[in-house]
């Protein structure tokens, strides 16, 4: 059974940065493409950024581009979220999801609907 574990979330004030990790395991991390998802209070969950099972292509939300980079280590089966700049708006529970597949990032990643596996999601606030 695939399980993901995210960590590295906390507070930081607005402008500062912070690196999520999510550790996968269960079975062949390569063979999985990678999103980062957030949902903040009240607010529906929303795509942030995606990679594919290689780590050669990557997407992101324009609310966060620039901004946030996805990266992954197959070696060590983690995904990682850097993120700079950061706001207050970008307050939320992190979550990283994992979806079998191969080739290029596509629009396809962008859904929620395409994710086989969850974490339990980081807190990240970010103050004024």
């Known amino acids: 059974q695939v399980q993901l574990v995210e960590s590295g979330g906390g507070l930081v004030q607005a402008g500062g940065s912070l690196r999520l990790s999510c550790v996968f395991s269960?079975?062949?991390?390569?063979?999985?493409?990678m999103g980062w998802f957030r949902q903040a209070p009240g607010k529906e969950r929303e795509y942030v950024g995606c990679?594919?099972?290689?780590?050669?292509?990557?997407d992101y939300a324009d609310s966060v581009k620039g901004r946030f980079t996805v990266s992954r280590d197959n070696a060590k089966n983690t995904v990682y979220l850097q993120m700079t700049s950061l706001k207050p708006e970008d307050t939320a529970i992190y979550y990283c999801?994992?979806?079998?597949?191969?080739?290029?990032?596509?629009?396809?990643?962008?859904?929620?609907?395409?994710?086989?596996?969850w974490g339990q999601g980081t807190q990240v606030t970010v103050s004024t």
């Open positions: 269960g079975h062949t991390f390569s063979m999985y493409a």
């Open positions: 999801a994992a979806d079998m597949s191969y080739g290029r990032v596509n629009s396809r990643l962008r859904k929620l609907s395409e994710y086989d596996y």
């Open positions: 990679i594919n099972f290689s780590g050669t292509s990557t």
